[in-house]
């Protein structure tokens, strides 16, 4: 679509002809919107030049060829000149007439090249009537000289093709080299225009406004334009074949021209123009263009567009990326037909390219075009996964439609002919193969493979298959599963290595623990899951249980299931009351080992915990020594909570303490003395010592204070020390019980620490001894008396001082 221009006429004009007024050369008529930045744009560069030297001679006007220009200076102008012979005043030689248009917009040239105006209709050779001229108004037409007509003119000339290729190698050189100005040696304008059209056809639309040239011009070195022509009678213009000047010379008259190295991409070009629909081509080279791609990236864009053309498999993956990122409209008006184009040589492309091509159509073209890169990609990839055994581990998107039964069974058939025949390995890729693309082969067709994967994998638990990734995963686990539990029931003494081989594979939901296959299982799973999931996994087979026919019996079968290895945790026992019914026992053997954890002298109180719970709900019917070990547990719990609390309850204290028996205390022994060394109040401590069960302790107890007097005076230590060192006077069983050696470290630590402690810290000893009565009272008085004197006498000493 053509658009509006200004216009301007120059010619010599008569007294007030012209926009000046006075007589003379100037311009004559101009449109409204003309200004004058415009005329001066016109007068620099496109009007008519007579030769002098035929002006001299006087020879006739129809001598005179035309002329024809184009410039970009700002704006964008083009302009036809006549020469028209004696001035309108006076009889000198030199009027000529140019008829020039003007824009400011790119647009309004639409997708004409400035050249293709050459003998267009709307020029003119005659003045205006007024100084003001009609404007070109939209909707105008070119001159007849087409792109059809151009590939008719360079196929008809001699050596075309080379011309054209040298002049299009000139206009457009490689990437990062200056490109030499053109200079036509001819006589007609006609012909020049027609090599300027035809070579300009093959540069972008916009590129080409961009070009100025002037035919004829009488000095080249004075005009800026990229393209000259100078007739050879006209004299002036010294560059020549021999004399170049740095100009590309291109003589139509003697049809040579300099010798120019032809770029890949103007034989590309040139032999498209030549040989293809030249409108074709000429759109391809806009599409090239506005494809944002380089030169050679763009070509292969256009010509896959618009000529239909194959890319080579190395250019494939740019042109499938260009239907990604490339231009939003011209992908959506040239994306489709790429796409059929590349689909219909899939088997030519990479499978890479395939995936991208893949992405690109489910995002771009319809349900049949997606459908038929899927099924591209998917004979691909199989080849991929025979050939190499690779599959991505990604699942490809899914496409919006459903497969036609026709495109199902194309989709299945080549990969079901391979599974049958395939070694284990490969059955297992092509698993990863289905999986990846939601193909469901039916498994009564993949036989003898499914049978000889299956038996292997069951000879084979090492196999680290990714099953998630399978297609038919249930199914393949079910026939494994029927193959693994009819092992078992031959050789039930495996269950054990069987469930260690294969619990992370067979775990599943639900599992149902009489089946020796999902028992086997489970015990397994539950010595190796984190606690957290075997608490779900546990509870998952609980309700299981719960749900069957017989659940009483189930119930019982589970648990013994899941406790003949272990012994109930307190979380386990939390399960279990709050699942099953209260007063309803489980059989005794369930709760077997933790019988053992609760009479063992070391049990985790953890164990005493659950046992509880189970007890109080009625679940477990206990034997007696079971319930004297919890008795015993659960006094020696409470005292360690006394231990802890600044305000004890000595009577419960002792109550508590007259339920542990020596051996319990003996087994608890460090937790014991870490307790009574950390107990805030010495008299708690006292009580637990001095208590018939607990004795045995002293002599820890003491070697650790003395431990912990070595780094440091804590007064209640301190003052449990003493306590210990003078407990003889109370009880010489207690006092026997105490090393000489463990005595004498503790009782040099004890004076050490009375002798040199500030008087803050004494009183603090002092508070914790004042506690345990007058009698220890009295002691503290009668030893710190005589080994604090030490201290008082330096601290006068330094008063003094």
Not at 644 to 653: E, K, Y
Request: net charge neutral; aromatic share 6%.
């Amino acid at each position: 679509m053509t658009g509006r221009f200004e216009a301007l006429i120059w010619t010599d004009c008569r007294e007030g002809q012209g926009l000046r007024g006075t007589p003379g050369l100037q311009f004559q008529a101009r449109s409204a919107g003309a200004d004058r930045n415009a005329e001066a744009v016109v007068q620099r560069n496109l009007l008519y030049e007579p030769p002098p030297r035929w002006m001299g001679q006087r020879r006739p006007v129809s001598d005179y060829p035309a002329s024809f220009a184009h410039v970009w200076d700002g704006l964008l102008a083009t302009a036809a000149g006549v020469y028209l012979g004696r001035e309108s005043v006076g009889g000198r030689e030199g009027n000529q007439l140019t008829h020039a248009i003007v824009t400011d917009d790119p647009a309004a040239y639409g997708l004409v090249r400035p050249a293709q105006m050459f003998g267009a209709p709307f020029w003119t050779a005659e003045p205006a009537r007024t100084t003001q001229c009609p404007a070109l108004l939209p909707g105008w037409h070119p001159g007849s000289f087409g792109a059809a007509e151009a590939q008719t003119f360079v196929r008809g000339a001699p050596d075309g093709d080379e011309l054209l290729g040298a002049l299009l190698s000139t206009l457009r050189p490689p990437s990062g080299q200056l490109g030499r100005r053109v200079l036509f040696v001819a006589r007609e304008a006609a012909e020049v225009m027609r090599w300027i059209t035809a070579v300009t056809l093959l540069i972008p639309q916009r590129e080409a406004l961009r070009i100025g040239f002037k035919v004829f011009t009488l000095n080249p070195a004075f005009a800026p334009h990229r393209i000259l022509a100078v007739h050879p009678d006209w004299g002036g213009a010294e560059a020549t074949l021999d004399n170049d000047q740095g100009y590309a010379v291109f003589d139509l008259v003697r049809h040579d021209w300099s010798r120019v190295t032809h770029t890949r991409a103007a034989r590309q070009w040139t032999e498209l123009f030549l040989a293809e629909d030249p409108m074709d081509v000429v759109d391809a080279v806009e599409v090239a263009a506005a494809s944002g791609l380089d030169d050679d990236g763009g070509t292969t864009v256009a010509l896959a567009a618009i000529l239909g053309r194959r890319p080579p498999p190395e250019k494939a993956a740019g042109l499938v990326g260009w239907l990604r990122q490339g231009p939003p409209q011209l992908v959506r008006r040239y994306g489709s037909g790429i796409v059929d184009l590349l689909v219909a040589a899939s088997s030519q492309w990479p499978v890479e390219v395939l995936r991208s091509l893949d992405e690109v159509s489910r995002a771009t073209t319809s349900w049949h075009r997606a459908a038929q890169v899927r099924l591209a990609l998917i004979e691909a990839e199989l080849r991929e996964a025979t050939v190499a055994g690779v599959v991505r581990p990604e699942r490809a998107p899914p496409l919006s439609g459903e497969w036609t039964p026709a495109e199902h069974e194309r989709l299945l058939a080549a990969i079901i002919r391979e599974m049958r025949l395939a070694e284990p390995p490969m059955f297992e890729t092509l698993l990863r193969l289905c999986g990846r693309f939601g193909l469901r082969p039916p498994l009564a067709d993949l036989q003898p493979g499914l049978d000889r994967f299956v038996l292997d994998w069951a000879d084979n638990p090492d196999h680290a298959y990714q099953v998630a990734s399978w297609a038919c995963a249930e199914e393949i686990q079910r026939l494994l599963r029927h193959e693994l539990g009819e092992r078992l029931a031959h050789e039930p003494d495996r269950a054990y290595d069987l469930g260690d081989s294969w619990w992370d594979v067979l775990l599943r939901e639900p599992m149902r623990l009489d089946e020796p296959l999902d028992a086997a299982v489970v015990e397994a799973a539950l010595r190796h899951l984190p606690a957290r999931q075997q608490l779900d996994l546990v509870e998952q087979c609980l309700r299981t249980a719960l749900a069957a026919t017989r659940p009483v019996a189930m119930v019982n079968r589970t648990a013994s299931v899941i406790w003949t290895h272990r012994a109930v945790s307190r979380a386990e026992a939390h399960l279990l009351a709050h699942l099953l019914p209260r007063d309803t026992p489980l059989d005794s053997r369930v709760f077997a080992l933790l019988h053992q954890e609760v009479i063992d002298y070391r049990s985790k109180r953890e164990y005493i915990d659950a046992a509880l719970v189970v007890i109080a709900h009625g679940l477990w019917v206990p034997q007696v020594d079971t319930l004297h070990a919890i008795t015993g547990h659960r006094a020696l719990a409470y005292v360690f909570d006394q231990l802890a609390d600044p305000t004890f309850d000595g009577s419960a204290l002792l109550r508590a303490l007259d339920d542990v028996s020596p051996h319990l205390a003996w087994a608890q022994m460090p937790d014991l003395c870490e307790a009574i060394t950390r107990a805030p109040v010495v008299a708690v401590a006292l009580t637990v010592l001095t208590h018939v069960h607990v004795q045995q302790l002293t002599e820890p107890c003491s070697r650790k204070l003395c431990g912990e007097l070595m780094n440091n005076s804590n007064p209640a230590h301190v003052a449990l020390a003493f306590v210990l060192l003078n407990i003889g006077s109370q009880s010489a069983v207690m006092a026997s019980m105490i090393q000489p050696g463990v005595r004498a470290d503790l009782d040099r630590q004890v004076r050490t620490v009375v002798s040199r402690c500030s008087e803050k810290r004494f009183r603090e000893i002092t508070t914790h001894i004042d506690g345990l009565g007058p009698m220890w009272s009295a002691l503290w008085k009668t030893f710190a008396r005589s080994h604090r004197r030490g201290l008082v006498r330096r601290l006068r000493q330094r008063r003094r001082g």
